[in-house]
């Protein structure tokens, strides 16, 4: 069904704890966020030590534009996340009330769709899979990279590249709940505004306007809050897409210009297609988010009796952004993802050109 019940908000919270997104993770037994100072005193060592490691790996990698680049945008990612883990406002922590409680009280046990439920189970696979390559297989191919000093520079990458992905994966989750919400709302609208003889009908109708204005709101908290980050992460997402490009250029035209075994050639190949596939999912939330936004306007506007109430809701929902806008600059899309491709192609283009008469050697 998706991340509908309170344990799975619990291991969600948990693991960006983990990562040192947050001070503070979902109680089940008390139905509420609950933070602790020992979970504080973590959070701030995890963050001392994603600093030195940010700091050793730009050091080691002076001379090495292709890692240093990796590291500034991991950086600024973990720098953003850090940020917002220590802010006063605690806005991300509101955010997750905000969404928890509207689930609990109004939509628990609810269905979800296939289409929603099979975007989350996808995502939490691949989020997985993202997990055993850092893990297992990662360390191999960055040992070619940086040879010297191999632990350090992999606890380094572990620390940073694991909160770039928790960030990643609470972007997520807030899209998919929001969206999650959207339909069922847009479901109650469309049986509230079809049938005419209804008890209670206006009651239910300010009901649902009430929810979706809780909703509204929430929306845009998420453009506020995740604006930087996801900024960093696509550029982060888009470096990488632009390195193993080109050694998948070098693997397919230049053999013999590149020193690895077949196994990590093909590391290469499945990096590329599943880092790819993880911009594809993530903007893919953010086009059902906007699919569903638009029905809520059609159904508004088809329904027999277009009476003052739906229309001064109507004139307010047109008010807010219909899509996921981060820093009133780029939209969160599938064409945000064919862009970001094409362009990571087009740099990967240019630097192989750079680099013809040395590759041609």
Known sequence: MGPTSSQIYSLITKFTALNGLNTYYFNTKKNG????????????IHHILCVLA?????????????ICVIV?????TS????????EKTQ??????????KMEQRY?????SGSLLKYRFYMKITFVSITLLRI?????IYLKRLLPSHFYLNLVSCWLVYNMLLAAVLVLYVFLWQISRIQKLLNEQMALILTRSRQRNRLKKTLHCFKLYSKLLLLSDQVNFEFGYISVCVLACKSWFQITYGYEIFQILA????????????VYVILSYILDAFNLFIGTDIADIFTNYRAESQRILRETNRMDRLVSMFTLKLALYPKQVVFLNVFTLDRKLTLALMAKSTLYTICWLQGDYNKLKA
């Open 54 to 66: 940010l700091g050793w790996m730009l050091y080691m990698t002076a001379g090495n534009v292709r």
């Open 107 to 111: 939509f628990t046990g609810k269905p």
């Open 135 to 139: 893990h297992l297989f990662y360390p």
């Open 91 to 100: 806005g991300i922590r509101k955010l997750a009330n905000g969404l928890i």
């Open 72 to 76: 500034l945008t991991m950086g600024g």
């Open 33 to 44: 966020f609950s933070g602790t100072w020992e979970l504080k005193i973590y959070c701030l």
């Open 254 to 265: 230049a053999p013999k210009s590149i020193d690895s075994s077949v196994a990590m050639r």
């Open 79 to 86: 720098a953003f996340c850090m940020q917002f883990c220590w």
